[in-house]
C-alpha cells in the first residue's frame, strides 16, 4: 500500500472523519486548555492510530507511508495530530525490543485503544538535548526497578495509560561504553499515579498537552523492563526514525493547509480594486511556500520508502524532518502576512495553526542536532558535541 492511488481511500477516510472536527472545535478547546478527546476517540475508533501495528497483534498493519498520509491529512484539515501522534509510533519499541510475552501483553490493547501508550519520558530539565547525560535512576530492588528522578515535557502524560521511561540503571562512570548503561522501561501510569509518580502539566503557548513528571521511589516490575539492561538508548534512537518521519508529514500537512488558505484569501480579498494576490509581491511567498513543501515532501517519501524496505534511514528521515519543519514554518509565516490583520484573528485558525506549527523545529529534535547529525555521519565532519 505505497502508491497515490492505493492511499487515496485512507487519505479521503481521514479527511471525512476531520471535517467533523471543524475550527470552532479547536477554538473552544485552544480557549479551555482542553484535550481533544471526542477527536482521538473518533480517530481511535476507526483503526488510524493503529496503523502500524501488524495484523497480528489486531493493528491495521500499514505502511509507513500509509501512516504517513494519516497524519498529514489531519493536520491538512486543520486539526492536530500532536494530541495522540504518539500512539502511532510510541508501541515500535515494544514491537521491535519487547519480549514475546510483552508484545502480547501490551500491543493488542493498544490496537484497540483500550490502552493508551503515548507518553515518551526521555528529555530532562538538565539534560536537555544531551540524552546521555539523563540523571533519572531506576536501580533494581529484587523483582522491581526503584526509579527517582524527574522528566520535562513528558507529553500527554495526563492522557495516557502507560508511558516509555529512559532512565539510568548503571552509573556513567561504570557503564561499559558512552551510549551504554540506560535502560527503557513501560510504566503502568495507572499504578504509579498514587505511588511515586507525580504529574505537573506545563502550560505553553499552543494548546499542547505537556507536563513534567517526578519519581520518587517509583517500583516498576522487573517484567516490564524491555529488552536487555543497560541497551536502551539504542532501543529509543531505533524509533526516532518512524517518530522523524510521521512528524514531518504532520508539517507537509500543515504547510498545505497554510498554502491553501493562503491562496484562496489571496484570490478572493479585494484591496486597491483587485485581488491581491494578482500581486507578485503577494503570489509570490504563496509560491515559494509552496515549493518547499513539495520539495520537503518528496523527501518525507524517500524516508518511508527506505523505511518500509528496511534500509537505513537515519540521514532521509533526519532531512524529511528538517525540511519539513522548515517548510510548514515558511509557510504559516507566508499565511499570516497574506491575511494582515486578518492573520492575527482567532476565528481565522490561523494564529493557532502558527503557533501550533512552530513547534516543530524545536521538538521532538532541534534543527542543529539535525544538522550536527548530517554532518557529522554524512558528511564526514568532526563531531561537533
Ligand atoms: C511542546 C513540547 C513537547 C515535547 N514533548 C516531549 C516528549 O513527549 N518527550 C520527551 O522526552 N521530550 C519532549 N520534548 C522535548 C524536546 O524533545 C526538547 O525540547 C528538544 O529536544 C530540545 O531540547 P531542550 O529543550 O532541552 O533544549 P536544549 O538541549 O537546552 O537546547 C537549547 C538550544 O540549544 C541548541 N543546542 C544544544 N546543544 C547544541 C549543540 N551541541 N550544537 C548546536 N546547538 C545546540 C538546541 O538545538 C536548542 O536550539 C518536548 C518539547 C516541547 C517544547
Not at 493536520?75 to 510483552?102: E, F, I, K, P
Not at 503515548?118 to 535512576?137: I, K, M
Not at 502507560?162 to 503502568?188: C, H, N, Y
Not at 520508502?305 to 528521515?317: F, T, V
Amino acid at each position: 500500500m505505497t502508491d497515490a492511488t492505493d492511499l487515496a481511500p485512507i487519505r479521503e477516510a481521514v479527511r471525512a472523519l476531520c471535517a467533523d472536527f471543524p475550527g470552532e472545535y479547536w477554538r473552544r478547546l485552544d480557549r479551555e486548555r482542553a484535550y481533544p478527546a471526542e477527536f482521538v476517540a473518533a480517530l481511535t475508533k476507526a483503526g488510524f492510530l493503529a496503523a502500524l501495528i501488524p495484523e497480528q497483534y489486531g493493528g491495521s498493519g500499514l505502511t509507513m507511508t500509509a501512516a504517513a498520509a494519516i497524519m498529514e491529512e489531519i493536520q491538512a484539515s486543520g486539526c492536530n495530530g500532536a494530541a495522540c501522534h504518539a500512539q502511532m509510533y510510541t508501541m515500535g519499541t515494544v514491537l521491535r525490543h519487547g519480549s514475546a510475552a510483552q508484545k502480547e501483553r501490551y500491543l493488542p490493547g493498544i490496537a484497540r485503544g483500550e490502552l493508551r501508550l503515548q507518553a515518551f519520558g526521555v528529555t530532562e530539565p538538565t539534560s536537555g538535548t544531551d540524552t546521555l547525560s539523563l540523571r533519572t535512576t531506576a536501580i533494581r530492588d529484587g523483582d522491581h526497578y526503584v526509579v527517582n528522578g524527574q522528566k520535562i515535557w513528558t507529553s500527554r502524560a495526563e492522557h495516557s495509560d502507560l508511558m516509555l521511561l529512559l532512565a539510568r540503571t548503571t552509573p556513567r562512570e561504570q557503564a561499559k561504553s558512552r551510549t551504554a548503561g540506560l535502560s527503557v522501561f513501560i510504566v503502568d501510569m495507572r499504578q504509579a499515579k498514587n505511588d511515586g509518580l507525580t504529574i505537573h502539566p506545563i502550560r505553553t503557548m499552543m494548546n499542547h498537552a505537556t507536563t513534567e513528571v517526578f519519581f520518587e521511589n517509583m517500583r516498576v516490575p522487573a517484567q516490564n523492563l524491555i529488552g536487555n539492561e543497560g541497551e536502551g538508548f539504542r532501543y529509543i534512537i531505533s524509533g526516532m526514525n518512524a517518530e522523524r518521519i510521521l512528524i514531518a508529514a504532520e508539517c507537509i500537512g500543515d504547510a498545505k493547509w497554510f498554502i491553501d488558505r493562503a491562496s484562496s484569501y489571496a484570490r478572493d480579498r479585494v484591496v486597491f480594486g483587485r485581488p491581491i494576490g494578482q500581486n507578485q509581491g503577494v503570489q509570490f511567498p504563496i509560491a515559494r511556500a509552496y515549493i518547499g513543501m513539495r520539495a520537503a515532501e518528496l523527501m518525507v517519501r524517500e524516508a518511508s520508502a527506505l523505511y518500509e524496505a528496511g534500509k537505513d534511514c537515519g540521514a532521509e528521515a533526519n532531512m524529511a524532518k528538517h525540511l519539513a519543519a522548515e517548510a510548514s514554518w515558511a509557510a504559516a509565516d507566508m499565511c499570516v502576512q497574506t491575511h494582515g490583520g486578518f492573520g492575527f484573528a482567532e476565528e481565522f485558525d490561523i494564529e493557532r495553526k502558527f503557533r501550533e506549527t512552530r513547534l516543530y523545529t524545536v521538538a521532538p529534535i532541534s534543527t542543529n542536532l539535525i544538522l550536527s547529525y548530517i554532518a557529522e555521519h554524512v558528511l564526514g565532519l568532526p563531531r561537533s558535541y
